[in-house]
């Protein structure tokens, strides 16, 4: 899935247990995040962003409850349009 398909499921909020976690990690990383891993917890980070985002994944899969703290990130910091 490309980062934009990534971007419509996560704000679609439908799919939450079914985005990948490759395509998760893809996705901020098109939009500009630094990544930084340690163990099996993937750290991104954007300048202007306050929030650290820490990810793991779970079977090949984002865990949900991560996918909706990226959404909430993502919303309120107005970035939509990046991909």
Request: glycine share 6%; charged share 25%; no cysteine.
């Amino acid at each position: 899935m490309n980062p934009h398909k990534t971007l419509e499921a996560l704000l679609r909020g439908t799919s939450d247990y079914n985005i990948r976690f490759t395509e998760l990690t893809g996705m901020l990383r098109s939009m500009g995040f630094s990544e930084r891993i340690r163990s099996s917890h993937h750290m991104y980070s954007k300048v202007g962003i306050r929030e650290l985002i820490d990810l793991q994944p779970e079977n090949g899969m984002a865990k949900a409850y991560q996918v909706r703290q990226v959404r909430k990130i993502l919303l309120q910091y107005q970035l939509l349009d990046t991909p």
